[in-house]
């Protein structure tokens, strides 16, 4: 399409007062159309932008370089729902709810939920690493991508990872670098996602407090709390009286910042937690307290949340949401700098946001066409951003940077990081013809003809001199990429810890000390944090909390030329540039050293309960299943099943909690029912600390419906003792065998069945197998990207 | 707040274009998207120009000078069904329904869109209630004896020559109720085609012993012509002013909902806020000189109807909802209390809230994508339970798409096309 009145429907996204009108549009009805575009466009020399359903709050799939828009609505079929091995295929212009709608019948559901969930598209999703309100407990998009297939610009079509969430055929894991990539690296076409068992019951919570004192302490005590809220959202009392103020009114009290929460899980376990979540926001100073299980009552619970944002939308002609993360200690000074500022410049300024997770969402009322409120807003966004740094915030938690917030990137990258972060299109799309002026403003498409990012990098516009402009605006070395390094800290507002990655577990009990906090991954006492990202990347508790790469945030990070810099964040969500942190975690030694990991840290609710099922095989497999089937992800921090050399028929399945004592009792009941319905012997444990099944020699990456077939398959055939971690779908090899011929053979037997199913294999003992012609291209480039930092 | 949502900034349109549009309603979309997934034709076409957003996009740029007339404005303009499911996913309040009828206009009014002959004559004729009654003569004679005349006419039994009025004159004289007083618009089709389902109506409104009246000066609604973009609404609006005004009735009933809508909005007219009211989220119900418009189910729903004996378990009633019930008139469904009264087993359809694509006349006008619409909600038909299998919705256009779907292969096995109202009937002919 190519008519003015074709285009202009698409000149903006979800920023309606910002447009960039496209050369043309294009809307591929299959893959093999999408791909014969993207050649196309190679060919002719014109920037390509992909878009969904243009819903950014980021300026990210607009053509701001003009070009073709290339928007994704007929890729919208959810390919394959595979409920018994947690994942689904999608296309990329299949709707979070249509998904969500298509997963229902299976029980299942794909926790992140952005509140744009009736409209955006899984491929934004994936390109912006959104999250939502429910984010706090369940993490966001990139703790749930499996694999990602990609069309690059030659037309190639690449599939990193897949339904066993593995690196598949690749030696990298790379789809690390596409979610949250932003549409710069290639066209999405379709992905595979993990899902959870639907939640069973759901408490709502609406609290409301006076000062910001008293909501500030219920915050602090739920992120700590053995419930485990899924979402912690706070309003404060300048959106409590715009609703207030509205015929949408609820009845709050005009001068009070609201507080919602809620939890989920299986009724039993949520209804005995009721009580002691609504006596945190009493005690906290709250003499209003509302809760309820009943849909009507939750709906009207939540109503002044939901028509914010509408509201905004009534009151003001244009509005712009900013979206830092934070410590949530800088959280008083933040709120006032929004409303100094705010006030300063005559304009209306509203904060509704994801509490629990530090993630700010200030609303600034403006009007586009009033000569100089464009200015203000830019103004006080620069003044908010350069203060979120400084207190070690970052600047989008998941709406993404597009080119709304591109120029605060100096903030946080210096140059030598913004070289860093540039290699990442350098490998995939080095002339930025793929969204051209997103993320980093220095990625201009000059065409074949003309030279790519290193001349934009050293040309007098380039990031230097916007760095060079922001660091002398701020606090002598503030914000440079040198001064960024982690320093050893412990935070216990927001449970992150910063340790040498050569802790033991010991040594992160020590730093801990007397907070009720504990790091929820199990590890071998002699072993070091690094060790067990090198042996596996998972434990027996990445059934609840996801392998280390979720656990642990951030990281000093040496590269292979001996500088020391720093990749991830020290706040617990972020969609600020390339995700080189996973991708370097994913990659053990091979792209450099951990110095210190910045590790999250969880509520420790009392001993850990571990209830020990011993039963035949198939007996243990059918329990696996019925647990994996309900909602157990609040009950149990593992789920393992144990498989001892030479005894193949029989199996011992292994679940631990952490629970304070009241809750346990109803575990306990729940597991002796289990036991008996499966003809299972139970026998309980009360530990202080988890057991430890020692650093296993190999790790095997296979969906969970697979995993314990091959588990006990392996310790059969290869007489070696294995764990299976059945909701990730690990099976952890533990060899009595010191040279490593048995390791040898089972990677060889089993590694094209890994393949297939989008797994890998893992070893401390073992190198990773040669990278493909292509993959070694890519390799080099990054190394030599890396070298010159 | 008015004060604020006044003070957003505004330029009227080109007043050569036709009627002016203020331009306040075009600036009030935040261009947020919610609309998307809930409009027919972009679920349809993929084309963002096609949705809502990409539509008041359109109409805001050509207002502000920045795009000429284009036409494909005029296009997308077009293949709009007008079903105003948008309005409801809208979260800041957009009165979509409002612009795009002007904008509609100002596009007829320019020759930019030619309404086709047909319609227009329809138009011309709608204005004149009696001429309108005596051209369709001949077609209810036709559907009498079960010649069906065109594929969306569904069967039935219309009396030739007694109107609706003079049947509910005799009616109330013979059964003598007591109860409100009530005056029920009969529509221009509904009266000219399927004018039994306006004597079943009578017949269920004097059993729940309303004194049911059809004022005779009554006219059309205007609805058609607002979907055809033609002129003339105001007057055909001053009519029934005319004609139901006066605080007579208790209540002002219409038993279609596309009708009913339309007559609200023009009986209401007075005590319609402007963008004030943009923020409530829920349309006060309009009145006239005191009186409620109001669509007859819901009348009947708040009465408690008298109930119909159960019939049985085999038969199965699906229920569709009207979107000028749901969308236009923001009621939000069919009350189930008159549904149990009809002594079917019922249940809603699948997407019982989107769209057949009927559309007033969109059905005529492109029914290539009201076809393509309609099949993603009726395909359930062919393997759906019940004997005999029911479809039941409230508005006579709706009603038509749905039979529409045999003749066109959707539905490849016999269901029956009814009005809730005929459910209700305690003596069906």
């Given at each position: ?130 999250g939502g309100a429910?984010c706090f407990?369940?993490?966001v ?91 912690i959202e706070l ?87 900013q979206d830092a993360v934070i410590?949530k200690?800088?959280l ?20 509704v946001f994801h509490a629990g997770d530090g993630n700010l969402h200030p ?25 979120v740094?400084?207190?070690?915030g970052t600047?989008s938690g998941e709406h ?171 706040v617990v969500k972020t969609t ?214 | ?429």
């Amino acid at each position: 399409m190519t008519a003015p009145a074709q285009l202009a429907g698409y000149d903006a996204d979800g920023i309606g007062y910002k447009t960039f009108r496209p050369d043309a549009v294009v809307i591929p009805g299959s893959v093999e159309e999408l791909i014969r575009v993207l050649q196309r466009a190679r060919e002719l020399n014109v920037p390509l932008c992909m878009r969904g359903a243009g819903t950014s709050l980021a300026g990210g799939p607009v053509a701001a370089q003009g070009g073709v828009i290339v928007h994704t609505s007929a890729l919208r079929a959810v390919r394959t729902i595979d409920a018994n091995g947690q994942w689904c295929e999608v296309e990329s212009g299949v709707v979070l709810n249509q998904l969500d709608e298509a997963l229902k019948p299976h029980g299942v559901f794909y926790p992140p939920d952005p509140s744009s969930g009736p409209v955006c598209t899984l491929g934004g999703n994936i390109a912006m690493n959104a999250g939502g309100a429910h984010c706090f407990r369940y993490g966001v998009t990139s703790n749930y991508v499996l694999g990602v297939e990609v069309v690059l610009l030659d037309g190639t079509v690449h599939r990193f990872g897949g339904p066993a969430g593995g690196r598949g055929t690749w030696r990298e894991d790379w789809k690390r670098l596409m979610v949250g990539s932003e549409g710069t690296l290639g066209a999405f076409t379709r992905f595979w996602l993990r899902t959870l068992p639907r939640p069973e019951k759901v408490w709502t919570f609406r609290a409301t407090y006076a000062d910001l004192i008293t909501a500030e302490r219920a915050i602090h005590r739920l992120v700590a709390h053995s419930s485990f809220p899924v979402a912690i959202e706070l309003m404060d009392p300048r959106c409590v009286a715009m609703v207030e103020n509205s015929p949408m009114a609820v009845g709050l009290p005009r001068d009070s910042f609201m507080l919602l929460t809620e939890i989920d899980g299986p009724p039993e376990l949520v209804d005995a937690r009721v009580e002691s979540v609504a006596a945190i926001l009493r005690e906290a100073g709250s003499q209003d307290v509302v809760f309820s299980d009943e849909e009507e009552q939750r709906k009207k619970l939540w109503k002044a949340r939901k028509v914010a944002g509408g509201l905004m939308g009534q009151l003001s002609a244009d509005f712009v949401v900013q979206d830092a993360v934070i410590p949530k200690r800088a959280l008083a000074e933040l709120l006032q700098l929004v409303y100094d500022e705010a006030d300063a410049a005559g304009l209306a300024a509203v904060n509704v946001f994801h509490a629990g997770d530090g993630n700010l969402h200030p609303n600034f009322m403006f009007d586009s066409q009033k000569p100089g409120d464009l200015e203000k807003v830019e103004h006080i966004g620069k003044r908010l951003m350069q203060r979120v740094v400084e207190v070690g915030g970052t600047l989008s938690g998941e709406h993404g940077i597009g080119n709304d917030k591109s120029a605060y990137m100096p903030l946080v990258f210096g140059p030598e990081m913004t070289r860093l972060q540039m290699a990442v299109p350098g490998i995939f799309n080095p002339q930025h013809q793929l969204n051209p002026l997103k993320v980093f403003q220095q990625r201009r498409f000059v065409g074949s003809g003309g030279s790519g990012s290193e001349d934009q990098l050293n040309s007098p516009t380039s990031a230097k001199v916007t760095a060079a402009r922001y660091e002398n605006g701020s606090k002598p070395g503030s914000v440079s990429s040198g001064t960024r390094l982690f320093e050893h800290f412990l935070d216990p507002i927001d449970g992150v810890l910063c340790v040498p990655a050569s802790a033991c577990a010991v040594d992160v009990g020590r730093a801990i000390g007397e907070y009720p906090l504990r790091f929820p991954l199990w590890m071998d006492e002699r072993a070091t944090l690094h060790e067990h990202v090198l042996a596996s990347g998972f434990a027996p508790a990445s059934s609840r909390f996801g392998p280390f790469c979720d656990n642990i945030v951030g990281m000093n990070w040496r590269l292979p030329s001996g500088r020391i810099v720093r990749l991830g964040e020290r706040v617990v969500k972020t969609t600020t540039g390339y995700d080189l942190f996973r991708f370097a975690l994913a990659g053990g030694t091979r792209w450099g050293q951990p110095i210190d990991y910045v590790i999250r840290l969880r509520p420790d609710c009392g001993p850990a309960g571990v209830y020990r099922l011993h039963g035949s095989h198939g007996a243990v497999s059918d329990a696996v299943r019925a647990i994996l089937r309900s909602c157990w992800m609040h009950w149990y921090d593992s789920i393992d099943v144990l498989t001892r050399t030479g005894l193949a028929s029989e199996a011992e399945l292994r679940i631990a909690t952490n629970f304070p004592a009241t809750e346990s009792a109803v575990a306990e009941r729940r597991l002796e029912r289990l036991a008996v319905d499966h003809g299972l012997a139970l026998q309980v444990d009360s530990e202080s600390v988890p057991p430890c099944d020692g650093l296993p020699d190999l790790m095997l990456k296979i969906t969970p419906d697979r995993v314990l077939e091959l588990a006990r398959e392996i310790a059969n055939e290869f007489a070696c003792r294995t764990v299976a971690l059945c909701y990730p779908g690990v099976v952890h090899i533990h060899s009595d065998d010191s040279d490593s011929k048995q390791l040898q053979s089972i990677v060889t037997r089993y590694e094209s069945q890994l393949r297939e199913y989008g797994g890998d294999w893992q070893s401390r003992h073992r190198g990773a197998g040669e990278p493909s012609e292509r993959e070694s291209l890519w390799i080099s480039q990054l190394e030599q990207a890396m070298r010159t930092v | 707040m008015n004060a604020d949502v006044d003070a957003k900034r505004g330029k009227a349109g080109d007043p050569a274009n036709g009627p002016l549009l203020d331009d306040s309603l075009l600036t009030s979309c935040v261009h947020c998207g919610f609309c998307l997934e809930v409009c027919p034709t972009y679920k349809l076409t993929g084309d963002e120009n096609n949705s809502p957003r990409g539509r008041l996009r359109l109409w805001r740029e050509e207002a502000d000078g920045r795009l000429p007339a284009d036409p494909w404005t005029a296009h997308y303009t077009e293949e709009c069904v007008g079903c105003l499911a948008c309005e409801s996913a809208c979260p800041a309040n957009v009165p979509y329904g409002r612009i795009f009828e002007t904008v509609r206009h100002q596009h007829t009014v320019a020759g930019r869109t030619r309404p086709g002959a047909l319609i227009r004559w329809m138009g011309w004729l709608t204005r004149r209630p009696s001429l309108f009654q005596g051209a369709f003569w001949p077609a209810r004679l036709l559907r009498r004896m079960g010649c069906l005349p065109h594929r969306t006419v569904f069967p039935g039994a219309p009396a030739l020559s007694l109107s609706t009025a003079e049947y509910a004159r005799q009616w109330v004289a013979r059964h003598r109720p007591t109860g409100p007083r009530v005056a029920l618009l009969t529509g221009c089709l509904m009266e000219g085609l399927f004018r039994e389902i306006n004597f079943a109506t009578i017949r269920v409104l004097v059993e729940n012993n309303c004194r049911v009246e059809v004022p005779d000066s009554q006219g059309c609604c205007g609805a058609f012509h607002e979907h055809a973009g033609l002129g003339g609404v105001e007057s055909l609006h001053d009519r029934n002013r005319a004609a139901f005004g006066g605080e007579r009735y208790d209540a002002i009933l219409a038993n279609s909902s596309g009708c009913g809508y339309a007559l609200s909005k023009s009986l209401g007219k007075a005590s319609e806020k402007g963008p004030g009211s943009l923020a409530t989220g829920e349309r006060e119900t309009p009145h006239l000189d005191g009186v409620r418009v109001v669509d007859v189910l819901v009348f009947l729903s708040e009465l408690g109807p008298k109930a119909r004996l159960s019939r049985g378990e085999k038969a199965r009633v699906y229920v569709d909802l009207p979107c000028h019930l749901v969308h236009g008139q923001k009621v939000s469904g069919i009350p189930s209390n008159v549904l149990d009264a009809t002594g079917y087993k019922w249940e809603l359809a699948p997407l019982a809230k989107d769209c057949c694509g009927s559309g007033g006349i969109y059905h005529l006008e492109r029914p290539e994508n009201a076809q393509a619409i309609l099949r993603s909600k009726a395909a359930f038909l062919n393997d759906a339970a019940g004997d005999p299998l029911i479809l039941a919705t409230s508005n006579h256009v709706c009603m038509q798409q749905w039979h529409s779907a045999r003749a066109s292969g959707i539905v490849r096995r016999p269901f029956e096309v009814r009005h809730v109202i005929q459910l209700l009937d305690p003596e069906p002919s």
